[in-house]
């Protein structure tokens, strides 16, 4: 008995000395303003946290309880902090591989200042190098609200070829681009490709693509490629500008110009363990014609899900089929194909992604959709629909019976409201990098902005997001698609430690101040991964 009572003491003795060591936090944030994200939306002061993961939300008193000696305390001074951003459908992978060689006009907001772009560019390379936008800008985003000239390229680099891309619309190149890339007549032109001409007929400098990918995509393969270490680099600054911006996770659709060998870089990255950004990737059909087969092959060995935190595989998408893809009016047999191979994935329990702009002819997809469903249903497996301008209440009904998410990226994101009140999962995103800019701040901009005062889309207030869901759908919305909402996307206990300190008040701040908010840290995994201003010696100690 004695000897029982003395091993009671020593054990409450030694339990009492240790978790002042091992139970304090790593991390605590304190004198905040954190939007949790969780299902009430609470508002907290202070996080606590330790491995990586957060161990409470709570106020000033009761987070500092949880601090030990060794702990770090970042002291926000009211600042507002967010889970970190998870853009749902972002061609990041791709992005990332030319970020450090091509130019980037994103936040540039005049023609001048897109044009110093390309003049500085040209001072750090090689007369005769080649510049490349390639796209992630629009016309709108410049005060001058119109597209660059050839004249304008010239006069900023006259001796470089200039290749500038408007999403899969349009192209403008230097005489020394076209000269370059062998295009000396308008036959010279990937088809169905034409020279843009002036009211007298004659040729501008620019392309007109003419519908479709066809002639951004082939442009485009003739443009000298980055090295492989190049890549890697890239992969790396393109993490830390979405850093930058509050973003710590991305679903990747794959995309045009990306090809399986092409995931060697993040593979590298990986590897590396130097992710900060979270990505769930998905493949797209390779080769036209041979999608089935090739997909077949390339996922005997990925199993969905495989992976861990960092990079996983999350199923099929964006374009599966060629045929299919971004296509309305595809033909029985196009359907068919896609039909089997869907067939295939919600029997395997595959995930898919579909690409889809219009609403319009979305019934043919969604048709395809109810028919695997109804052999295999799809339920569980988290299969969505990207982009849907527009879409009908009628449709997302359809989407919600079988428990298909949206992910939505464009201002003209017409039936938010619609889908909330249908209990729809959304996920919000950019689509960048060759459509749009990354900026998770101006998707928000046109999410909240009422856009028929914007004058741009057909879209009301009676559809425009609050800020809160517009948030939501950012980060818990879009952490759905990957399985992920129990690990990340709110600032919860046991969630991982994602988040980003803000440089303004993102529920307070006017609207058209949104834009330019920047993060000044941003934590993945509770590692800083990005600091600026007051906090920029934390990163150098980091
Ligand atoms: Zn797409």
Redesign the pocket.
């Known amino acids: 008995m004695r000897i029982i009572r003395i091993a009671l003491l020593v054990a409450s003795a030694l339990c009492a000395a240790v978790p002042a060591f091992s139970q304090s936090a790593d991390t605590i944030l304190v004198n905040g303003k954190i939007l949790t994200v969780d299902p009430r939306f609470s508002t907290r002061e202070g996080l606590a946290i330790r491995d990586g993961r957060i161990t409470e939300a709570g106020s000033n008193t009761e987070i500092r309880k949880q601090a030990g000696p060794q702990t770090r305390v970042i002291d926000l001074q009211g600042r507002t902090v967010i889970p970190g951003f998870i853009d749902s459908?972002i061609h990041a992978i791709r992005a990332g591989q030319t970020f450090t060689t091509e130019v980037n006009w994103v936040g540039a907001n005049s023609i001048a200042e897109a044009m110093s772009r390309i003049h500085e560019a040209s001072q750090a390379k090689k007369p005769g190098s080649w510049l490349i936008v390639a796209g992630g800008w629009n016309a709108e985003q410049f005060k001058e609200k119109r597209r660059p000239t050839q004249a304008d390229l010239v006069a900023a680099a006259p001796n470089n070829p200039v290749y500038v891309q408007l999403g899969y619309d349009w192209e403008v190149m230097t005489p020394a681009g076209f000269a370059a890339m062998g295009i000396n007549s308008e036959a010279d032109l990937p088809h169905p490709g034409k020279f843009e001409r002036d009211a007298s007929g004659n040729p501008t400098g620019a392309i007109e693509d003419g519908g479709g990918f066809d002639v951004a995509i082939a442009l485009f393969d003739k443009l000298p490629h980055p090295t492989f270490d190049e890549q890697v680099e890239g992969e790396k600054k393109f993490f830390r500008e979405m850093n930058r911006l509050g973003v710590t996770g991305v679903g990747d659709?794959g995309?045009n110009n990306l090809n399986p060998e092409n995931y060697q870089p993040i593979f590298k990255v990986w590897r590396q363990h130097q992710m900060t950004v979270r990505i769930a990737y998905s493949l797209c059909g390779p080769s036209p014609g041979k999608e089935f087969d090739e997909l077949k092959s390339l996922t005997q060995m990925l199993p969905q899900g495989f992976g861990d935190d960092m990079l996983k595989f999350n199923g099929l998408g964006?374009?599966i089929t060629w045929g299919m893809n971004?296509n309305d009016h595809p033909t029985a047999e196009d359907q068919e194909k896609f039909y089997e191979i869907l067939r295939w994935a919600a029997q395997r329990g595959m995930t898919v992604t579909m690409?889809?702009?219009n609403d319009s002819s979305v019934d043919i997809l969604l048709a395809i959709y109810e028919r695997v469903n109804a052999e295999f249903p799809i339920k569980d497996l988290r299969w969505s629909i990207?982009?849907l301008t527009g879409a009908t209440p009628e449709h997302l009904r359809r989407m919600k019976a079988m428990g298909v998410g949206w992910t939505i990226?464009r201002p003209e994101a017409a039936s938010v409201e619609n889908a909330k009140e249908l209990g729809m999962t959304m996920g919000a995103g950019t689509?960048a990098h060759r459509?749009a800019s990354y900026n998770p701040f101006t998707t928000l901009k046109w999410l909240l902005v009422d856009s028929k005062k914007n004058g741009a889309a057909p879209r009301g207030p009676e559809q425009t997001p609050t800020r809160e869901d517009a948030l939501r759908a950012y980060t818990i919305g879009s952490a759905w698609f990957s399985f992920d909402e129990t690990k990340r996307g709110s600032l919860e206990p046991g969630k991982l430690a994602d988040l980003a300190v803000l440089s303004k008040d993102y529920m307070t701040v006017p609207l058209d101040q949104i834009e330019s908010i920047e993060s000044l840290l941003t934590m993945v995994g509770g590692k800083i991964v990005y600091a600026a201003g007051p906090y920029a010696r934390l990163e150098s100690a980091r």
């Open positions: 459908h659709p995309g964006e374009r971004n690409h889809w702009p990207a982009h990226q689509d459509v």
